[in-house]
């Protein structure tokens, strides 16, 4: 007699993310992380211009989503992880900045519903080498400076700490709708100062 084996429906992405959230098993991981790290080498390679540089930020991306997937809960997987990769090549070429900035950025955690990645203002595609993207970032720091308090402290948490918006309202005090709408004036100002 033939038996057929039962075709098992391939694992979706949501499905792993929902069994890494629940087991923080690094295989399950894994299962997620490998079809993206081509993305996220070339993503690096366009900040860093170096192979040597990228290969280890695959591998520093992947540590970073071990806790990163277990705290937060993530729509779009793909989106979110070029986001996260985008941001941080943007921080370690910001490490490299001989002006020294005026607060502390760190990398937390990322708001997976938020699909404008005001980075990208400092980043634009024609961009050749990391001392253009460098450049950019100077001149960031300076328009970020044009800011109201409101706006500046706002986008500071969201972008560059990758604050969630509730979190981002717990911090400053801010009603959740006066974040998103601080948010909204402020990264319109910035690319406003970032193109004269």
Same mark, same amino acid.
């Given at each position: 007699?033939?038996?057929?084996?039962?075709? =098992?429906?391939? &694992?979706?992405?949501?499905?792993? %993310?929902?069994?890494?959230?629940?087991?923080?098993? /690094?295989?399950? *991981?894994? +299962?997620?992380?490998?079809?993206?790290?081509?993305?996220?080498?070339?993503?690096?390679?366009?900040?860093?211009?170096?192979?040597?540089?990228?290969?280890?930020?695959?591998?520093?991306?992947?540590?970073?989503?071990?806790?990163?997937?277990?705290? =937060?809960?993530? &729509?779009?997987?793909?989106?979110? %992880?070029?986001?996260?990769?985008?941001?941080?090549? /943007?921080?370690? *070429?910001? +490490?490299?900045?001989?002006?020294?900035?005026?607060?502390?950025?760190?990398?937390?955690?990322?708001?997976?519903?938020?699909?404008?990645?005001?980075?990208?203002?400092?980043?634009?595609?024609?961009?050749?080498?990391?001392?253009?993207?460098?450049?950019?970032?100077?001149?960031?720091?300076?328009?970020?400076?044009?800011?109201?308090?409101?706006?500046?402290?706002?986008?500071? *948490?969201?972008?560059?700490?990758?604050?969630?918006?509730?979190?981002?309202?717990?911090?400053?005090?801010?009603?959740?709708?006066?974040?998103?709408?601080?948010?909204?004036?402020?990264?319109?100002?910035?690319?406003?100062?970032?193109?004269?």
């Amino acid at each position: 007699m033939l038996f057929f084996k039962k075709k =098992h429906k391939p &694992e979706s992405k949501s499905d792993l %993310l929902i069994e890494y959230r629940q087991t923080g098993d /690094l295989a399950v *991981l894994g +299962k997620l992380y490998e079809p993206q790290m081509e993305m996220v080498f070339a993503i690096s390679m366009k900040y860093f211009k170096d192979q040597e540089e990228a290969k280890d930020t695959v591998m520093e991306i992947f540590e970073a989503l071990i806790p990163k997937l277990r705290q =937060h809960e993530v &729509e779009n997987f793909k989106a979110w %992880l070029g986001m996260v990769t985008r941001n941080y090549c /943007l921080m370690e *070429l910001r +490490k490299k900045m001989v002006e020294v900035s005026d607060y502390e950025v760190i990398n937390d955690e990322e708001d997976e519903n938020n699909s404008n990645n005001f980075m990208e203002i400092s980043t634009s595609e024609h961009h050749t080498n990391g001392l253009d993207v460098e450049q950019n970032l100077i001149k960031l720091e300076d328009c970020l400076k044009t800011l109201n308090l409101e706006q500046k402290q706002s986008v500071e *948490l969201f972008f560059m700490q990758e604050k969630t918006y509730q979190e981002v309202a717990q911090l400053t005090g801010f009603e959740v709708n006066k974040v998103k709408s601080y948010l909204q004036n402020g990264k319109r100002n910035l690319k406003s100062c970032m193109e004269k």
